[in-house]
């Protein structure tokens, strides 16, 4: 009778004393070599296990020929160096830093590197988890990994984040959807309508997920001639695709869609004048008809905070163009964004300002817009200060938190603008922010600035850091002595310390890409 692993766990388990178990034949190819059991029954069930664990180790033949792949195609790439691999692994694997980690394989991708080849695997299964990832680790991977990934099916949803758009036309009709997707982007790239002919050739076709992500492909080269297939979309039975259609049809000024969403707007609005006081006065919207929800109007407002009517007029008034109230209300986004507003409805007219100025991407108004704050405001329906400061150019960004940082008092909004500053920081903003940290020691009771230090490591240009992790070193060792008079000052050590740290490493990175 065949001895199998199960057979041995089970009279090791009871005692062999109480189940003998006589070891002759052993299961599979171990079975080749029982002559060498010690004649030891108990010894004999150990050789045993040893023996089926190595054979079990090890694998077998396969009982039919094996279709093997082709070979990986030779990938001249420079590689990572040991170092900077080693070093990219411990951040990776130590999950706590996702953006550096990016930063990290961003850095090693724009110097013409690639992973080495022992790190592929890790590198694959990492991203797959984990789909922030999924782009920074494409760029990575080269001819070598992009092959690996092909071997399994999960890795090639990493690959398919960077993947090259292809030349065969076939793909349209046979391809996996990123390689349709990425071969319909480079066709708009190349040639706007026939992009749109061939989307629209097939659009029947495709499912409800498909069409979304195809319709997307349409923002590159939008123009007038996109508006009737997009005014069909609108008449989609896939939600998505309705609110996709709606977007892109927003940005055409010229459209109908954009003619409906200011005939909309125009009544709601009126400049007042009084002397030399000026306000806005507010006349709430009729219910909204069968066009307006068409053009993705939603009459029920999801906040309990917010009436539908209230909430119609923050929907009315993002989706006009931004030109028709510097055109009817004749005034500039500056004085608009100051001027009083009648009615109790200031909060919800910004709202909606800032959820036109976040579609039209417009800097003017959004520098406009984050130099006030309208009694009201609330950022849980429009777009809040972050957003509206990654629309500024940078210059304007890193000026805005200069100036901010020169308040010793630390708040969201500060820490906000300093975020929206592009890595690496200016060395006018790492002084800024470091003048800033200091000044907390004289503080009474200092406060944290949200999640700066998390990102002074990442952020500041390390061609300039090299005494700045002295620096954050020391002022951690200053708020460590403050904590007997200020408790708050103990919360301040640690992640100083760990930007100081994130410094060294990048620092290390970078010398072994160059």
């Known amino acids: 009778m065949t001895t199998t692993y199960d057979d041995l766990v089970t009279a090791a388990t009871v005692g062999i004393a109480q189940r003998p178990i006589a070891v002759t034949d052993l299961a599979g190819p171990a079975g080749a070599h029982a002559d060498v059991l010690d004649p030891d029954p108990a010894a004999a069930v150990l050789d045993a296990a040893a023996l089926l664990d190595v054979a079990r180790r090890a694998g077998g033949l396969a009982a039919a020929p094996v279709a093997l792949p082709a070979p990986a195609p030779a990938d001249n790439a420079p590689e990572l160096s040991r170092a900077a691999g080693a070093l990219l692994r411990d951040v990776l694997y130590r999950r706590t830093d996702r953006e550096l980690a990016a930063q990290l394989l961003a850095a090693a991708a724009a110097a013409g590197r690639i992973a080495p080849a022992p790190l592929l695997p890790e590198l694959l299964e990492l991203a797959t ?15 070598r990994g992009r092959w690996l990934a092909g071997l399994r099916t999960e890795w090639l949803r990493v690959a398919d984040a960077q993947a090259p758009a292809s030349e065969d036309p076939d793909v349209w009709d046979t ?3 990123p390689e349709r997707l990425a071969w319909l982007t480079e066709l708009r790239r190349r040639d706007p309508a026939a992009a749109r002919d061939q989307l629209v050739a097939g659009w029947a076709r495709e499912t409800g997920d498909d069409r979304v992500q195809l319709l997307g492909a349409l923002r590159s080269g939008l123009g007038p001639a996109d508006e009737l297939f997009l005014e069909a979309a609108l008449d989609d039975r896939k939600a998505e695709v309705r609110q996709r259609a709606a977007r892109l049809l927003a940005a055409l000024p010229g459209s ?40 993705g109007l939603r009459t029920a407002s999801p906040y309990a905070s917010v009436g539908d009517r209230a909430w119609h007029l923050v ?22 964004a100051d001027l009083e507003i009648d009615g109790g409805f200031g909060a919800e007219v910004h709202a909606g300002w800032r959820l036109a100025t976040q579609r039209e991407r417009d800097p003017a108004w959004a520098a406009a817009l984050l130099g006030t704050r309208h009694p009201g405001y609330r950022a849980a329906f429009t777009a809040p200060d972050e957003q509206l400061v990654g629309l500024l150019p940078p210059p304007a960004r890193v000026a805005r938190a200069i100036d901010l940082l020169r308040d010793p008092r630390t708040s969201p909004t500060t820490a906000a603008a300093v975020l929206a500053c592009p890595a690496p920081w200016p060395a006018a903003l790492t002084d800024a922010l470091l003048t800033h940290l200091a000044a907390q020691l004289r503080a009474a009771e200092p406060s944290l600035p949200g999640s700066l230090p998390q990102v002074l490591g990442r952020s500041i240009d390390v061609t300039d850091a090299r005494e700045i992790p002295a620096t954050l070193r020391e002022l951690a060792d200053r708020f460590r002595a403050r904590t007997a008079s200020a408790p708050g000052a103990g919360r301040w050590p640690a992640p100083l310390e760990r930007a100081a ?5 990048r620092h290390r990175f970078f010398r072994e890409l160059q």
């Open 175 to 177: 391809g996996r959807l």
């Open 501 to 505: 740290d994130v410094l060294d490493l």
């Open 315 to 336: 929907q009315i008034v993002a989706a006009a163009p931004l030109s028709l109230w510097t055109q009817s209300l004749r005034a500039d986004p500056d004085t608009l």
């Open 256 to 295: 109908a869609f954009a003619a409906r969403a200011a005939e909309r707007a125009d009544t709601v609005l009126r400049l007042e004048r009084s002397g030399l006081r000026r306000r806005i006065t507010v006349s709430l919207p009729d219910p909204l008809d069968a066009v307006a929800q068409r053009d």
């Open 129 to 143: 988890r984990d789909g922030a990832l999924r782009a920074s680790v494409a760029a990575l991977l080269g001819e």
